[in-house]
């Protein structure tokens, strides 16, 4: 108990009532400083601490805080009005509400804010209408003073009240009267001159606060319209309109050099604050590009369990003062104290921030015009399905594709998923009309729906997942397992269900050390040292490796994977031709229908692996000669050989109609690409005939965007002007940027960025994917979607936040700050 930082409860609570106690005793300031005695307004959620200069309600449950910073921060700050208590000083105007000089007015040092001001504590006193301002009050008549007349002077809307009728003719007050004309011919505007919207006369500023005498201007409101220029500028010119004017202009500097102290003191304590916060940014820019989880067990520092929030700002600490000092001081000083350190300010710093990023690429967006947008989902670790939301657009000399959120969906179906983007859209104002290319289902997920098809491939999948879980699971496992592949070899330890590519280097891995794995999982059954769990669970295994399907499978997937993936890196080469791409997809086709026939080839090859097994439901004496014998002779013994045609017919045959079908969506939509942008990248050999074919095809797409005739023209011209050496749609379009050709070859220039913004190759939404299971990991599953959404995106576009400079975030922050502190 005597150990803690921060005061209890009762001890608050004692400590305030003793504060409200301290304040009774003393006289209101106001005593002193007014003249004539007016009503001294308390508010009532400020109340006095004879010692402090601070005191609010917040601050008041950790006083010595406060204190300690203030002083800390401007000593110069001391000298305040509290020891000039001079009559002149009521023209102090917030001096008078509160008996202690708190600066409120200085935080309204631009007078344009009557709009806050009706809630402060004077709420009598700044009526607008100077029609209203008999007998003024001390404390109105210090505001007006100090605030000036730009907020009463009511000339900005309509004059409907000042209708009078003169020689049976309706007149209004002009909006010129509150204009002067010089000799020179130049206009300064009369500040002084006042409207009064209930009695649609007008008075003047400084004689209706400061004149003994009866007039227009100051007592009834002046209305003569018809005269009005004249009046008004002789009133103007006369010599208690002069005096009043002096009157004010002095008791004005009076007020104006407290004001110039409160605000100075606000400034430098924005300063601090601000200074505070460029370190919080700097650490939470820093452990959210890397995607590197930020609480730790607690929040206190000196802690090791801390976690890496405050573990850096320690680190950073040891090497700067500033920090050191402000970390010394209100490092563990407790709930409700404001430190800027805590974790709710972390976090609210990580929303902030990411959706700063989050606008800046939505900007940049918009600026580039085209985009298109890719949806995919993947589970996250507390099974809820995240869509991926990416969008690529060409971003000043080449395209880029940027992740935008992930959105938890309940279901798969296209409206869904429609919903879902539209609404985002919707939200973020950007236009569904300026969408070229729209991509539902990636390439890195084909081979997981194909894999998902029938229930044998399911099995083959899982079977591979719970072979490397099974070894990755103990350093000893693993170490077996590497002492009998061999140390050159390639081990896939995590079996990723988003990269495909970890997929097909876990099966050729499977696939070319079958025997040595199966004879690390033997040695593990043998040893004794091991538990019974893990003997099972090798057995299990190992059973399985057994089975004709799981080799078959080995041998069949391994191949398929092999070509996908070689394919699909192609397919994300950034500098795609897409002639190219349409040409491998259209092999990879070729291949993957061949194997239609190459069943039995792989069977044999099975067999080879695993000589004396067959099909599970085979009976074991079947399967001896049947297969063979059913393939070259027929009918006659087909009961027998039913393991092997249920296979082929249930399990082979399924995965490769599935990967045709897949293949031929994908490639017949880059046949399409090809057909309508690809005569660009072949513009130096087409002959004009054709060219004019393309073009009009290609106006006829996108007949918003594109004009033929000009596009024909421009083309006709752009492939003399295109050099030999450049080929692809990116370089072209650079060319372009860089010689500054937009403006005259506009068309082609729409074109290509229409074609750049397609999501061509798709590489971003896995990297998305990889970046979700980073930050949402075992020990952060119960995170919520919004921080979720704001940690992924600095961490996957990291190269935006990190060009983003975060001062107006800052400073926005750190003056709401330091305006509570005195509210
Ligand atoms: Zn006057």
Redesign the pocket.
């Known amino acids: 108990m005597s150990n803690r930082t921060y005061q209890s409860g009762a001890a608050k609570r004692k400590k305030a009532a003793k504060a409200k106690e301290d304040i009774s005793k003393y006289l209101p300031l106001t005593s002193f400083l007014l003249v004539q005695k007016s009503k001294p307004v308390v508010s009532e959620d400020v109340f006095l601490c004879p010692t402090s200069n601070f005191v609010s309600i917040d601050s008041a449950l950790l006083p010595n805080e406060t204190l300690e910073i203030q002083q800390e921060l401007e000593p110069e700050q001391e000298p305040e009005p509290e020891q000039e208590p001079e009559p002149e000083q009521e023209s102090e105007p917030a001096q008078v509400p509160e008996p202690v000089q708190e600066p409120e007015p200085a935080q309204e040092p631009e007078s344009n804010q009557i709009k806050t001001y009706p809630n402060a504590t004077t709420k009598t006193t700044q009526e607008t209408d100077p029609a209203l301002w008999h007998q003024l009050s001390q404390e109105a008549q210090s505001f007006w003073i100090s605030n000036g007349p730009s907020m009463c002077q009511n000339n900005d809307g309509s004059f409907k009240n000042s209708e009078r009728l003169s020689c049976g003719q309706k007149r209004y007050l002009s909006k010129s009267c509150f204009r002067r004309e010089l000799h020179n011919g130049e206009f300064v505007n009369r500040e002084?001159l006042l409207y009064s919207p209930s009695t649609g006369s007008v008075f003047?500023?400084?004689?209706t606060l400061f004149?003994s005498k009866h007039s227009n201007?100051?007592t009834t409101g002046f209305d003569d319209w018809k005269n009005a220029l004249k009046c008004i500028s002789g009133?103007?010119n006369?010599s208690?309109?002069h005096k009043?004017?002096l009157t004010y202009s002095s008791r004005q500097r009076e007020s104006g050099q407290l004001d110039s102290v409160l605000i100075k003191q606000l400034h430098n304590e924005q300063l601090y604050w601000q200074n505070v916060l460029k370190r919080i940014v700097a650490v939470v820019k820093f452990l959210s590009s890397r995607g590197l989880p930020f609480r730790g067990n607690n929040e206190t520092i000196g802690s090791e369990q801390n976690g890496n929030y405050f573990g850096t700002l320690e680190l950073l600490s040891q090497f700067d003062p500033f920090l050191h000092e402000h970390m010394k001081k209100h490092g563990n000083s407790g709930k409700g104290n404001t430190s800027y350190l805590s974790a709710n300010i972390c976090e609210e710093f990580i929303c902030l921030m990411g959706n700063k990023v989050l606008s800046e690429i939505i900007s940049e967006l918009k600026k580039a015009k085209y985009y298109s947008i890719s949806v995919d989902s993947t589970p996250d670790l507390s099974h809820v399905d995240q869509l991926t939301f990416t969008v690529r657009y060409v971003k000043d000399l080449a395209p880029v594709e940027r992740f935008l959120q992930f959105v938890p969906i309940q279901g798969h179906g296209a409206e869904h998923l429609e919903t879902v983007v539209l609404n985002f859209l919707q939200e973020n104002e950007i236009s569904i009309s300026d969408c070229r290319g729209q991509s539902y289902d990636n390439a890195s997920n084909m081979a997981g729906h194909v894999a998902g098809c029938c229930l044998e491939a399911i099995i083959f999948f899982d079977f591979v997942q719970c072979l490397y879980n099974f070894f990755s699971a103990s350093t000893h496992r693993w170490q077996v397992l590497l002492s009998f592949v061999g140390k050159g070899k390639k081990i896939v330890k995590q079996l990723s269900g988003t990269r495909w590519s970890a997929r097909a280097d876990a099966v050729t891995c499977l696939h070319d050390s079958y025997d040595e794995i199966k004879k690390a999982l033997e040695f593990l059954i043998k040893d004794i040292s091991q538990p019974k769990e893990t003997q099972n669970d090798a057995q299990n295994l190992i059973t399985k490796m057994n089975t004709f399907e799981i080799v078959f499978l080995t041998i069949f997937w391994n191949d398929i994977l092999c070509h996908f993936n070689e394919t699909s890196k192609i397919l994300q080469k950034e500098n795609l031709y897409l002639d190219v791409a349409v040409r491998i997809l259209k092999s990879l086709l070729h291949f993957i229908k061949d194997l239609r026939s190459q069943f039995e080839n792989y069977q044999e090859k099975a067999k080879i692996l695993l000589p004396n097994t067959d099909y599970r439901d085979s009976s074991k004496r079947a399967k001896k000669r049947s297969r063979r014998m059913a393939f070259f002779d027929g009918e006659a013994e087909e009961l027998e050989f039913q393991g092997s045609y249920k296979f082929k017919i249930e399990t082979y045959l399924p995965v490769i109609d599935s990967l045709t079908s897949n293949l031929e969506k994908r490639t017949s939509a880059y046949e399409k690409i090809n057909d309508n942008f690809g005569f660009l990248v072949n513009i130096q050999t087409i002959a004009n005939v054709e060219l004019k074919d393309h073009c009009s095809n290609l106006a006829q797409i996108y007949k918003k965007d594109i004009n033929e005739n000009e596009l024909f023209f421009e083309c006709q011209q752009f492939k003399y002007y295109i050099s030999k050496d450049e080929h692809s749609f990116t370089e072209f379009y650079s060319t372009l940027k860089r010689d500054h050709l937009e403006s005259t070859f506009p068309n082609i220039e729409i074109s290509l960025r229409i074609f750049l913004s397609m999501m061509v190759s798709n590489c971003t939404g896995e990297r998305s994917f990889s970046k979700l299971k980073l930050i949402k990991n075992e020990l952060r599953s119960t995170m919520l979607q919004e921080r979720l959404n704001c940690l992924s995106l600095m961490s996957i576009e990291s190269d935006v936040l990190l060009t983003i400079d975060f001062d107006d975030v800052i400073k926005e922050f750190s003056r709401k700050k330091s305006r509570k502190r005195h509210m």
């Not at 003047?204 to 004689?207: H, L, M, S, T």
Request: hydrophobic share 35%; aromatic share 20%.
């Open positions: 002084w003047c500023f400084a004689c004149s201007f100051s009133h103007e006369g208690e309109h009043n004017m």
